[in-house]
């Protein structure tokens, strides 16, 4: 079992940057893939970006280039955000599945970002 804690978000100018943070706990946590989500007013959630190991992430084409994610050892996972745009607006939220499923069944609370123009 995996528990995830998320921190950071908020209000930011389009341009600007931010960086949300995901605290994976639990014994197994090594077994299991990390990712982001988002989910915009309206849309369906979307995934954002994965972390598989330290030479293998996921990163959706409409933040390749702008979004990053990173694990540290401590089984945190980032989510740099920058040249943030309007429509990065949504609930972020952090996952994780487990290690050659195909389903994210873990998921954290959810952390607002929103980007003013």
């Known amino acids: 079992q995996v528990r995830l804690q998320e921190s950071g978000g908020g209000l930011v100018q389009a341009g600007g940057s931010t960086r949300l943070s995901c605290a994976a706990s639990?014994?197994?946590?090594?077994?299991?893939?990390l990712g982001w989500f988002r989910q915009a007013p309206g849309k369906e959630r979307e995934i954002v970006a994965a972390?598989?190991?330290?030479?293998?992430t996921y990163i959706t084409d409409a933040v390749k280039g702008r979004f990053t994610i990173s694990r540290d050892v401590s089984n945190t996972v980032y989510l740099q955000m920058n040249s943030l745009k309007p429509e990065d607006t949504a609930i972020y939220y952090c996952?994780?599945?487990?290690?050659?499923?195909?389903?994210?069944?873990?998921w954290g609370q959810g952390t607002q970002v929103t980007v003013s123009s």
């Open positions: 639990g014994r197994t946590v090594s077994n299991f893939v």
């Open positions: 996952a994780a599945k487990f290690r050659g499923s195909e389903t994210w069944n873990t």
């Open positions: 972390i598989y190991n330290a030479h293998a």
